[in-house]
């Protein structure tokens, strides 16, 4: 099976622009959730989507948001960019909803967003 | 709310000794699991161990093993036989709802010495 992959990898964007990544679960897998990780916060978490409905949300402001699809795959949005928002943006898929013991998270490779 | 906390941001072990991982956590729910997480240099993050809360008996995976007191919120990882390739930055994590939502400590990062 294929990993999660995440597009793009890299990703470079002007203060106040926006920005939408992409996240490409394990086929099968319905839970898409989405983290931040900086230096000084470590990781956070974003949110999580399972079957298009977004089901958890982390503290952040309503400039990030996330969607997903029938197919499963997940974007994430990010608008009126800050400096702060310079990331790795990581995404993990699993298989389980809730209270299924066996909904490991397995993570994709991120995308590393830099905002000047 | 649940906090996770590492209280050791870098540790050093020679290759082939053991070295061990501390981590603490804080919550009022009664189940949950516990994992830990390794991320390398190329910031691929990779599950290395999982505990369920419910379980009494100390997860175990090669030479990857776990040291969880519950009544203590403790949840150690021990890595045997330590090899090269386990240097990286190991992540504890914790989550109350079968593993959809997960909080993250501060990280310890691990350099393994030849």
């Known amino acids: 099976k294929a990993g999660v992959t995440q597009t793009p990898r890299y990703l470079i964007k002007t203060r106040g622009q926006q920005v939408t990544l992409s996240c490409s679960p394990i086929?099968?897998?319905?839970?898409v959730s989405w983290y931040q990780q900086t230096p000084g916060q470590g990781l956070q978490f974003l949110f999580e989507?399972?079957?298009?409905?977004?089901?958890n949300k982390g503290n952040f402001p309503g400039r990030f948001s996330g969607r997903q699809f029938s197919n499963s795959r997940s974007e994430m949005n990010v608008s009126t960019l800050e400096l702060g928002d310079s990331a790795l943006y990581l995404c993990?898929?699993?298989?389980?909803?809730?209270?299924?013991?066996?909904?490991?998270?397995?993570f994709g490779p991120g995308t590393r967003l830099t905002v000047t | 709310a649940q906090t996770v906390t590492q209280s050791q941001p870098e540790m050093s072990v020679q290759e082939a000794e053991t070295v061990t991982l501390s981590c603490t956590y804080d919550?009022?729910?009664?189940?949950?699991?516990l994992f830990w997480y390794k991320q390398p240099p190329s910031r691929q993050m990779i599950l290395v161990i999982r505990?369920?809360?419910?379980?009494?008996q100390n997860a175990t995976e090669n030479r990857f093993s776990v040291n969880f007191q519950k009544a203590a919120k403790s949840f150690s990882l021990k890595i045997s036989d330590s090899q090269l390739g386990d240097t990286a930055m190991y992540f504890c994590?914790?989550?109350?709802?079968?593993?959809?939502?997960?909080?993250f400590g501060g990280g310890t990062r691990l350099m393994v010495k030849p």
């Open positions: 993990a898929s699993s298989s389980g909803g809730r209270n299924i013991p066996t909904s490991e998270q397995y």
């Open positions: 919550t009022s729910e009664s189940n949950y699991y």
């Open positions: 086929s099968g897998h319905r839970s």
């Open positions: 994590a914790f989550t109350d709802n079968a593993g959809n939502m997960l909080t």
């Open positions: 505990q369920e809360a419910y379980k009494q």
């Open positions: 989507y399972f079957s298009e409905t977004q089901r």
